[in-house]
């Protein structure tokens, strides 16, 4: 059983930026692919950026230019990288993972099986 926890969410100002950490137990990350997903208030949960198992990215295109993810499978921890944050970029953020070694990923929830509690991000000055 994956579990997921999300790290790093904050308060910052806009064109600031911030580095979401998704820390992995009970399996090792080399092969999930991992998404992270935001969700506002009665809104539906969206997919902001992906990582497949062999290091392929994909990013929505609100983000793109912007966020970067990463993985680092020594500390089992795939990391969203958020520069130029706006305002519209307020929202809970969510990392999940999908066992897979395929080598794309998808970026709608349906494809994720484990999901972290979600971290907080407000762009605000």
């Known amino acids: 059983q994956v579990q997921l926890v999300e790290s790093g969410g904050g308060l910052v100002q806009p064109g600031g930026s911030l580095r979401l950490s998704c820390a992995a137990s009970?399996?090792?990350?080399?092969?999930?692919?991992i998404g992270w997903f935001r969700q506002a208030p009665g809104k539906e949960r969206k997919g902001v950026s992906c990582i497949s198992s062999s290091d392929g990215t994909y990013y929505a295109d609100s983000v793109k230019g912007r966020f970067t993810i990463s993985r680092d499978n020594a500390k089992n921890t795939v990391y969203l990288q958020m520069n130029s944050l706006k305002p519209e970029d307020t929202t809970i953020y969510y990392c999940a993972a999908a066992p897979t070694l395929q080598p794309m990923c998808a970026m709608a929830p349906y494809y994720y099986d484990y999901w972290g509690p979600g971290t907080q991000v407000t762009v605000s000055s």
């Open positions: 009970g399996a090792t990350l080399n092969y999930y692919a």
